[in-house]
T-cell receptor
Framework: GESVGLHLPTLSVQEGDNSIINCAYSNSASDYFIWYKQESGKGPQFIIDIRSNMDKRQGQRVTVLLNKTVKHLSLQIAATQPGDSAVYFCACDRGSTLGRLYFGRGTQLTVWP | DAGVIQSPRHEVTEMGQEVTLRCKPISGHDYLFWYRQTMMRGLELLIYFNNNVPIDDSGMPEDRFSAKMPNASFSTLKIQPSEPRDSAVYFC?????????????FGPGTRLTVT
């Protein structure tokens, strides 16, 4: 089956620092990758996505990097704020099954003032 | 758009009772997903539909779980009979393949407690 995992289950950073959350996937046929943020008591919310024909994509304060050679995905958050505290999930498709995403276990990001 | 709507938000029931969770996807979305989230197992896909047709139900734990999608704007997940180990947060999500986009929009979830 599909395997998607994050390198660290927890990450603590100080407000204003940059955060990097890493994720590894197993299926080289994966074409679509996405990061979600889940705040306590809420459903996961879309942050940013990237397709396999790209190496980098930037949003507002967030950047996703994709390294297909080593099947690695990372989410970078610039100038981390207390409101960024949440669980972050990476997910990917399998390339052949349209619609379905495979989720990692999540990294709990805690931002200290 | 109101987003994905789930009801109820919280459900407490006794073991053996029937539980029905409801979901209204975003209008125009042709995919609907049911997930279960627990501390131990994380986010698990239970079943998903495309154009109201179940595509993959391999994540449904056992025969006690069933899901239906009678039309494009409504789906139910039923547990009968419920057991304490079914306690979890159940999420519904929807997406559209219209532009090859697979971003799933999640509802707020239903927190189920079976005592």
């Amino acid at each position: 089956g599909e395997s998607v995992g994050l390198h660290l289950p927890t990450l603590s950073v100080q407000e204003g620092d940059n955060s990097i959350i890493n994720c590894a996937y197993s299926n080289s046929a994966s074409d679509y990758f996405i990061w979600y943020k889940q705040e306590s008591g809420k459903g996961p919310q879309f942050i940013i996505d990237i397709r396999s024909n790209m190496d980098k994509r930037q949003g507002q304060r967030v950047t996703v990097l994709l390294n297909k050679t080593v099947k690695h995905l990372s989410l970078q958050i610039a100038a981390t704020q207390p409101g960024d505290s949440a669980v972050y999930f990476c997910a990917c498709d399998r390339g052949s099954t349209l619609g379905r995403l495979y989720f990692g276990r999540g990294t709990q990001l805690t931002v200290w003032p | 758009d109101a987003g994905v709507i789930q009801s109820p938000r919280h459900e407490v029931t006794e073991m053996g009772q029937e539980v029905t969770l409801r979901c209204k996807p975003i209008s125009g979305h042709d995919y609907l997903f049911w997930y279960r989230q627990t501390m131990m197992r994380g986010l698990e896909l239970l079943i998903y539909f495309n154009n109201n047709v179940p595509i993959d139900d391999s994540g449904m734990p056992e025969d006690r779980f069933s899901a239906k999608m009678p039309n494009a704007s409504f789906s139910t997940l039923k547990i009968q009979p419920s057991e304490p180990r079914d306690s979890a947060v159940y999420f519904c999500a929807s997406s559209t393949s219209g532009q090859g986009i697979q971003e799933q929009y999640f509802g707020p979830g239903t927190r189920l407690t079976v005592t």
